[in-house]
């Protein structure tokens, strides 16, 4: 089993990376905001890995911290809910966003993964009820980089999550503009992406 790599990140795209370790290509699948996170291609990146074996294929999903891995394998426990799903919702939801709407079974939130409807987020809800109570809800966000730059990086990893470099301008200047407080690169990145989707 895989559980970590470190190594040189050899290119990124929508929802996959490729991490080099010991001239060895790793194909790891992430959410966006982690793929986001991840920097620039030829530096040098730590990632947390699940490994997801099947009886067609063997897939490694990576993560940037312990709370997204965590959550993940929570929800691919959950009936109903696989890889590809569990990466949907991180992408739109962070792990404690994801706790605070289960905690208040406030399904609306949920609605906003792509393939969730109403009664799938009940079913989530219902299955998700107490095996999110250790992870933290709050706005405790770190503090990342001066405005103009965040803006820069945000354009960019939406770039390289397929918007037209004139498409991800506008909507990074817009998400930086309505959050002018927020200086989460991944959250900023999520919020494009759901203002994109509601357009």
Do not use: W
């Amino acid at each position: 089993m895989i559980a970590s790599l470190r190594g040189k990140l050899v290119s990124k795209s929508a929802e996959l990376a490729v991490i080099e370790c010991g001239g060895v290509g790793y194909g790891v699948f992430m959410a966006v905001g982690a793929l986001a996170k991840l920097g620039q291609l030829g530096s040098e990146v730590h990632v947390l890995v699940h490994t997801h074996l099947t009886q067609d294929a063997l897939r490694l999903f990576a993560f940037s911290d312990e709370s997204e891995k965590h959550v993940f394998e929570i929800l691919i426990s959950t009936s109903g809910v696989g890889p590809k799903l569990a990466l949907a919702v991180l992408s739109i939801l962070s792990p404690d966003e994801l706790a605070g709407a289960v905690a208040t079974a406030d399904k609306s939130i949920l609605t906003r993964v792509p393939g969730v409807g109403a009664k799938k987020a009940e079913r989530l809800l219902v299955d998700l009820k107490g095996r999110l109570d250790d992870v933290a809800i709050g706005p405790m966000r770190p503090k990342q980089a001066p405005k103009a730059s965040l803006l820069d990086d945000l354009i960019s990893a939406l770039v390289n999550l397929g918007f037209q470099p004139k498409d991800a301008d506008r909507a990074g200047k817009a998400v930086v503009q309505a959050n002018p407080e927020e200086r989460d690169l991944a959250i900023l990145v999520r919020e494009a992406l759901r203002s994109s989707a509601r357009s």
